[in-house]
C-alpha cells in the first residue's frame, strides 16, 4: 500500500512526539502524588480547618457571631465596597480594552503601565497614597476639612481604595481577547454603516463576553477580600470602617477565636463560589470554542 509523504511525515511526526512526551508510570505517579499532597496541605487543610474552628463550639455560637451588629456592618461595608467598585471597574477596563485595542493614540504604552499599576504596587503603598492625598495632612486635606467632606477613615476611602487595587483585572482580561481577535469584524460593521455602539454591542461584545464575566469574577473575589489598602484608609473603626478582612483580624487579637473563624469561613465561602464560577465561564468558553460547537 502506498503511503502518502505529507501523511507519513506526520505519523512519524506525532509517533516522535509521543514518545517524546511519554514517561514511565512511576514518574507520572510521582508527579501527580506531589501534587495531591501540596494541595492537602496548602489547600484543603487549611480550609476544612477554617470551618473546623468556626464550629468549634457548635453551630449555635456560629450562627450568633452573623448576629452581631458589628459583623453585620461588617459584612454590608464589604459588600457595598464590591458593589461600587465591580460596576465602575466593568465600565473602565471596557472602555480601556476598546482604546488600546482599536486605536492608535499618544500614551498608549503609558495607559498599559498604569493599568498595570496595582499589580507591582503594595497595597498597603497604594493605601498610604490616599492618605498622602486625602488625608488631613495630605494635598486636599484642607479643603476637605473646610467642607467637612471626609474621605480617609471612612466609607468614601475604602471604596477608592478597593477601586486602586481591583482596576487592573477586566482590562487585563479584554486586552488580549481582543488583540487576538484582531479589528477586522468592527471595521465591516463600521463601513456597513453601524454606529460606534452598535458594533460594540453586536459585534465586540458577544465575542468577548466570557472574559469579561471572567474579568468580573476576579475583580469582585479581590474587593471582597482586599485587607492592605484597605486597613491603611479605613482607621478600624468598628462598626463603621470595617470590611470582613478587618472584622476578621480585630476578633482574632482579641482571641475571640470562633467569631474570628465563623466571619472567615464566610469569606471562604464566597471564594469557593467565585472559584465554581470561574470554573463554569472557563468550561463555558471553552466549549463555545471548540470546533464541535
Not at 472602555?95 to 507591582?120: E, H, Q
Not at 473563624?261 to 468558553?285: D, G, I, P, Q, R
Request: proline share 5%; glycine share 6%.
Amino acid at each position: 500500500m502506498l503511503t502518502h509523504p505529507h501523511l507519513a511525515s506526520h505519523d512519524l511526526a506525532a509517533g516522535a512526539t509521543q514518545r517524546a512526551t511519554a514517561e514511565p508510570a512511576w514518574i507520572r505517579r510521582l508527579l501527580v502524588g506531589a501534587a495531591l499532597v501540596f494541595l492537602t496541605l496548602f489547600l484543603f487543610v487549611p480550609l476544612l480547618s477554617v470551618f473546623f474552628h468556626a464550629l468549634a463550639k457548635g453551630i449555635g455560637p456560629y450562627l450568633a457571631t452573623f448576629q452581631d451588629p458589628v459583623t453585620l456592618s461588617s459584612i454590608e461595608l464589604t459588600l457595598v465596597a464590591a458593589v461600587i467598585a465591580v460596576p465602575l471597574n466593568l465600565v473602565f477596563g471596557v472602555a480601556a480594552s476598546w482604546a488600546i485595542t482599536k486605536f492608535d493614540f499618544w500614551g498608549k504604552n503609558l495607559l498599559i503601565t498604569l493599568i498595570d499599576l496595582p499589580f507591582s504596587v503594595s497595597p498597603v503603598i497604594s493605601g498610604l497614597i490616599y492618605v498622602l492625598i486625602f488625608g488631613a495632612q495630605g494635598w486636599f486635606g484642607p479643603w476637605l476639612m473646610d467642607h467637612e467632606i471626609k474621605v480617609i477613615f471612612a466609607v468614601p476611602g475604602i471604596v477608592l481604595a478597593t477601586i486602586f487595587v481591583t482596576f487592573p483585572f477586566v482590562a487585563r482580561e479584554l486586552i488580549p481577547l481582543m488583540e487576538a481577535q484582531g479589528k477586522t469584524e468592527e471595521e465591516a460593521a463600521l463601513v456597513l454603516g453601524a454606529s460606534g455602539w452598535q458594533t460594540f454591542r453586536r459585534v465586540t461584545l458577544p465575542k468577548v463576553k466570557w472574559g469579561l464575566l471572567y474579568g468580573v469574577i476576579l475583580c469582585n473575589a479581590r474587593a471582597m477580600g482586599e485587607f492592605g489598602a484597605v486597613s491603611v484608609v479605613s482607621g478600624h473603626i468598628r462598626g463603621l470602617t470595617n470590611t470582613m478582612p478587618l472584622h476578621i483580624e480585630i476578633l482574632y487579637n482579641e482571641y475571640n477565636f470562633v467569631a474570628a473563624f465563623s466571619v472567615a469561613s464566610l469569606l471562604t465561602l464566597l471564594a469557593l463560589v467565585t472559584l465554581a464560577l470561574k470554573s463554569w465561564v472557563e468550561w463555558k468558553a471553552a466549549a463555545i470554542a471548540s470546533p464541535e460547537n
